[in-house]
């Protein structure tokens, strides 16, 4: 190492700053489909596990398959945002925006608690906004009922859904969308 090049290193080791990976909220790619599978199964799996059985949360994630091509298929139907992390889907919310409806909204279990899924929400009720919609409706698991209504969402009342055998309790809520001007 030349004299110049010692300088130019240092003496002592930098610290690096470490910040949060980025998150970009985008509409969904077909590439993303085996992540969407990935993210649903574990937030499922491991994110439900304080609200529901392990029976009742083995048979939904069996309701939807483990497998890009079911996901992308989805991608059809509905109008699917995801996060994005270092071109990884870790998050997705899909919509029925004709019905102005919130079908799923999932977040890779670790990452819960950091508003992707706030973030995905307001994107999400942007874009409904942009249809025309007023009024957004979920049937939202026991998981996600509580933190909705403290985001202002109204509670309609219970809803159960059968899967795989198993009952699964869920919350119908709805949120009045109003325009904030910027």
């Known amino acids: 190492m030349s004299h110049a090049d010692y300088h130019s290193a240092g003496t002592e080791p930098h610290m690096e700053t470490r910040r949060a990976p980025r998150i970009v909220y985008r509409a969904a790619r077909v590439r993303d489909a085996s992540d ?3 993210v649903f ?3 499922v799996m491991q994110g439900a596990a304080g609200h529901y059985t392990f029976a009742e949360r083995e048979a939904w994630a069996m309701a939807l ?3 890009a091509g079911a996901w992308s298929a989805r991608q059809a139907l509905f109008t ?3 996060a994005d992390c270092e071109g990884r889907c870790v998050g997705f919310i899909e919509l029925d925006l004709p019905k102005g409806r919130v079908e799923t909204l999932y977040v890779w279990p ?3 608690r950091r508003g992707i899924g706030s ?3 307001m994107h999400a009720e942007r874009l409904l906004l942009e249809q025309g919609v007023t009024r957004v409706r979920i049937e ?3 998981m996600l009922s509580d933190g909705l209504v403290r985001r202002g969402w109204s509670r309609l009342g219970d809803d159960w859904v059968e899967r795989g055998g198993e009952r699964l309790y869920r919350q119908r809520l709805e949120k009045r969308l109003v325009r904030i001007e910027t």
């Open 36 to 38: 969407q599978a990935e």
């Open 41 to 43: 199964h574990h937030a």
């Open 65 to 67: 398959p483990r497998d």
């Open 80 to 82: 699917t945002l995801v």
């Open 110 to 112: 670790s990452l819960g």
């Open 119 to 121: 973030t995905l929400l």
């Open 140 to 142: 939202a698991s026991a």
